[in-house]
């Protein structure tokens, strides 16, 4: 259940690998910010027509193809920035002119929404999370439900993911709803208190 009325919040199950692309925003003022769209480009912008909104930015929790190969030309497409982590593996850094690099803290606001940026370092060097209304957070492969994203390809770190998951993730209220980067779990969507319960990666070492 959302907290804040005003806020709009789509959750899309799109492309090959059971992504997770999000229409996140104001439903008072109809802007949205697209989170990590990679597939199924033409399906996003027929929803966004048909429900009339006002795309003001793409957001990517990290530069893997699979969150972020939508990211240029829909950018294009809807004349809007695109948001990544300076720390982003260079390899995986789009590179279109949209790009706006941001650091830990970073706050965008989309209507009278805020989304407050976290670096959460370990699946790649810059993966970071979105924080909403201090409520919602959106956090790509950093962590999933009952599970937690790969630390062995290029960039990754071991030792930075499970600071990132016991030390920055674990550290938020317990009442976080958790929204992963993609629909490997048993549910969708989860607390922040229950999958310390369920998830193994965030249980104390």
Sequence with gaps: MLKNKNLFLKQLEVGEMDNFTYFLGDNNTSEIVLVDPAWDQEKLKKEIKKQSLIVKAILLTHGHFDHAMGADSLALYFKVPTYVSKNEFSFYKPKGESIVEVDDGYT???????????????????????????????????LFIDGCGRHDLPGGSATDLVHSLHHIIGNLSDDTLIYPGHNYGSKKVDTLKNQKNTNHHLQPR
């Design 108 to 142: 965008l606001n989309v209507g009278a929404i805020q989304i407050k940026f976290i670096s959460t370092p370990g699946h790649t060097p810059g993966s970071m999370c979105f924080l909403v209304e201090n409520s919602l957070l959106f956090t790509g492969d950093t």
